[in-house]
Every structure is written in structure tokens, then in C-alpha cells.
């Protein structure tokens, strides 16, 4: 079985400033772990993604994320909040890279202010 | 990059009436597809997964009868909602694989009245 968690449904950050958005995961085999973006009536657009490789990953638009297993995480991380960066987030594992089927987590809306 | 083309990109129905969704990868082959529902402000919820050729697998509590989908050729999958009710009003997003991991659909946003 595999599942994520993400903290916090609602984060609110300043432009400029540090966002971090928490994902924490269960699987019971090597996870393979995304984050993707979702705007408004939109589909989902994929961030970055961790496949055994380098633990710290860069993703588009400035987004980074670390894989800790010992802590089993994968937090989002962006240094500097943009007003665009205001979106839902969801953090998904999957058993495979492609194959299988991913599970989501709760989401994250990331609001930025001026 | 893979794009995967997902139409209408809303509908609006009558109670009773089906309403087919459909979901083409452009540029790759898309072996599996996968079908999710997302309710306002909620994740997304896996429906079923179908691979090209054969009988959809459906995730516990989702009626096959109700959604049927289609996935004739690795570049074409349907989802299609029977009979639709308010309740089915929804969100719904097609993910394909390939070559190039997942690939997301844009979503059809299906509100029956």
C-alpha cells in the first residue's frame, strides 16, 4: 500500500518569500514520489519527480524538493514566492515511474500575498 | 513534449442523458490511461485504468456500468457517463502513460442538471 500525506491544507505566504509546502509518504517498496501544480479548472502539470536518483530534485519555475527517507518526506521548496505561484498543490507516489497508478495526496493551496 | 488532448473541456447535461469524455495523447502512445474524478476543493480520486485493448480495472466502489471506458488504440480513451445524475457532477481528469511518465488531460468539468 502506498499513501501521502500533505500538512496543511491552506498555506499563505508573502511574495518574496520562503514557500514550503510538506508532503510526507508510506509505501512499502521504493517510492517513486511527484508534485504537481494545478490551476483553476485545469489539469496537472508536474513539477519535478524523485526516481532513486539525486535526493534533491529541481523542478520547474524555481521548485525544489528533498527526499529524506529516514524522515519519509518530500517537501516543496521555493526560495522566493511569486504571485503566480498561487495555485493547489498535490504531492502523488507511485509504485513505478509509469506503470502504476498514483496516489494523491489532500492538496495544498498556496496563496501568495503582497 | 507529451501532450494529451482531453474534450469537451466542460458540458453541461440533462438527468438521465450520457455524456462521453475523451482523451487523445498527440504525439506518444499512450499504454495505460488512467481515469480520476476530483470533487470541488478535493484530490483527485482514482477511478479506473485501462490498457490499450482491454477491460478497464476499476477501483472499489466505482460502478463499471455507469462509467465505461474505452481504450480502442494506444492514442484514444473515452470515459463515458450513463444515465448521469447530479451527483456525477464532477471533475474529471484522464492521465496517460508512455514514454514520458504520466501526462495529464486538461479536465472536462460535467455538471448535470
Known amino acids: 500500500a502506498q499513501s501521502v500525506t500533505q500538512l496543511g491544507s491552506h498555506v499563505s505566504v508573502s511574495e518574496g518569500a520562503l514557500v514550503l509546502l510538506r508532503c510526507n509518504y508510506s509505501?512499502?517498496?521504493?517510492?517513486?514520489l511527484f508534485w504537481y501544480v494545478q490551476y483553476p479548472n485545469q489539469g496537472l502539470q508536474l513539477l519535478l519527480k524523485y526516481t532513486s536518483a539525486a535526493t534533491l530534485v529541481k523542478g520547474i519555475n524555481g521548485f525544489e524538493a528533498e527526499f529524506k527517507k529516514s524522515e519519509t518526506s518530500f517537501h516543496l521548496t521555493k526560495p522566493s514566492a511569486h504571485m503566480s505561484d498561487a495555485a493547489e498543490y498535490f504531492c502523488a507516489v507511485s509504485h513505478t515511474g509509469t506503470a502504476s497508478k498514483l496516489t494523491f495526496g489532500t492538496g495544498t493551496r498556496l496563496q501568495v500575498t503582497l | 513534449g507529451a501532450v494529451v488532448s482531453q474534450h469537451p473541456s466542460w458540458v453541461i447535461c440533462k438527468s438521465g442523458t450520457s455524456v462521453k469524455i475523451e482523451c487523445r495523447s498527440l504525439?506518444?502512445?499512450?499504454?495505460?490511461m488512467f481515469w480520476y474524478r476530483q470533487f470541488p476543493k478535493q484530490s483527485l480520486m482514482l477511478m479506473a485504468t485501462s490498457n490499450e485493448g482491454s477491460k478497464a480495472t476499476y477501483e472499489q466502489g466505482v460502478e463499471k456500468d455507469k462509467f465505461l471506458i474505452n481504450h480502442a488504440s494506444l492514442t484514444l480513451s473515452t470515459l463515458t457517463v450513463t444515465s448521469a445524475h447530479p451527483e456525477d457532477s464532477s471533475f474529471y481528469i484522464c492521465s496517460a502513460t508512455g514514454d514520458y511518465g504520466y501526462t495529464f488531460g486538461s479536465g472536462t468539468r460535467l455538471t448535470v442538471v
Open positions: 509505501s512499502s517498496v521504493p517510492p517513486y
Open positions: 504525439d506518444f502512445q499512450a499504454t495505460t
